[in-house]
């Protein structure tokens, strides 16, 4: 799921990520909020709360707002930056090792909620929550060429109303078999996308409420486990090359 990417990919591969990954973003959305009182994937939310916080004169609030955006943007740049690096070194693992990436920090903030008190922890892992979605969802459009957003669900409904009314019209005008196809294809994919984030949304509302930083520890543990398959997989092309080259080596 975290080595192929664009055109190398099929929608199998894009629905097994975005489905695995949307859940997980759905998750921390909700524990998030349950904790800090903000939501750390919707940033057209947080957006919104900006602009009425600038017009009452809130702020703190304002200052909220501008944090947890600017926390996302970076985890973005970061993703990004990270990415680049790995298509320059022709290091096609380096989507998975983002996800670890991203799941070695939420296991410190799941941490940092069971260990630090009151206001360090808010301040920590609403920043901190943000940043990481802002780095998963930066990797994944990289990594599906734009087709997949695990946490941007308007997006992904706006996908969904279109291609259910193109599959709609199709019932009353000729359509290209083909056509046709890709956008079943198409909106399975997307709303299998949304009813993850959200099935993911409302177990993280539920098991964050009972187990509190313990359920983020075991999300890091979840996260950890889909993106190791790409690194060890990486290092198993690794040395299959050295031996070969070592094996030619004897042979000369």
């Given at each position: 799921?975290?080595?192929?990417?664009?055109?190398?990919?099929?929608?199998?591969?894009?629905?097994?990520?975005?489905?695995?990954?949307a859940a997980v973003a759905g998750a921390v959305n909700a524990a998030g909020f349950?904790?800090?009182?903000?939501?750390?994937?919707?940033?057209?939310?947080?957006?919104?709360?900006?602009?009425?916080?600038?017009?009452?004169?809130?702020?703190?609030?304002?200052?909220?707002?501008?944090?947890?955006?600017?926390?996302?943007?970076?985890?973005?740049?970061?993703?990004?930056?990270?990415?680049?690096?790995?298509?320059?070194?022709?290091?096609?693992?380096?989507?998975?090792?983002?996800?670890?990436?991203?799941?070695?920090?939420?296991?410190?903030?799941?941490?940092?909620?069971?260990?630090?008190?009151?206001?360090?922890?808010?301040?920590?892992?609403?920043?901190?929550?943000?940043?990481?979605?802002?780095?998963?969802?930066?990797?994944?459009?990289?990594?599906?060429?734009?087709?997949?957003?695990?946490?941007?669900?308007?997006?992904?409904?706006?996908?969904?109303?279109?291609?259910?009314?193109?599959?709609?019209?199709?019932?009353?005008?000729?359509?290209?078999?083909?056509?046709?196809?890709?956008?079943?294809?198409?909106?399975?994919?997307?709303?299998?996308?949304?009813?993850?984030?959200?099935?993911?949304?409302?177990?993280?509302?539920?098991?964050?409420?009972?187990?509190?930083?313990?359920?983020?520890?075991?999300?890091?543990?979840?996260?950890?486990?889909?993106?190791?398959?790409?690194?060890?997989?990486?290092?198993?092309?690794?040395?299959?090359?050295?031996?070969?080259?070592?094996?030619?080596?004897?042979?000369?």
């Open positions: 799921m975290l080595v192929h990417e664009g055109a190398e990919r099929d929608v199998v591969a894009d629905r097994r990520l975005g489905c695995s990954l349950l904790a800090v009182g903000y939501y750390s994937a919707n940033m057209t939310g947080n957006v919104s709360t900006l602009a009425t916080a600038l017009h009452a004169g809130h702020v703190a609030l304002l200052m909220s707002c501008i944090g947890l955006i600017g926390a996302f943007v970076v985890g973005a740049v970061l993703a990004t930056l990270l990415v680049n690096a790995g298509r320059r070194w022709a290091l096609s693992s380096v989507y998975a090792w983002s996800i670890l990436l991203e799941a070695c920090l939420l296991g410190l903030l799941a941490l940092v909620d069971i260990l630090l008190p009151g206001t360090h922890r808010g301040v920590m892992l609403a920043y901190g929550l943000s940043f990481l979605m802002g780095l998963q969802n930066a990797t994944v459009t990289r990594i599906s060429g734009a087709r997949v957003r695990t946490t941007h669900m308007t997006g992904m409904l706006t996908d969904v109303g279109i291609e259910l009314a193109d599959w709609l019209d199709s019932f009353f005008h000729s359509t290209d078999p083909a056509q046709l196809a890709r956008t079943r294809e198409r909106l399975w994919l997307h709303g299998a996308i949304v009813l993850s984030f959200t099935t993911g949304g409302i177990a993280g509302a539920f098991l964050y409420g009972w187990w509190s930083g313990r359920f983020l520890l075991l999300l890091a543990v979840l996260l950890a486990c889909l993106s190791l398959p790409g690194t060890v997989r990486r290092a198993d092309v690794l040395s299959s090359a050295e031996n070969m080259v070592q094996k030619n080596s004897s042979n000369m």
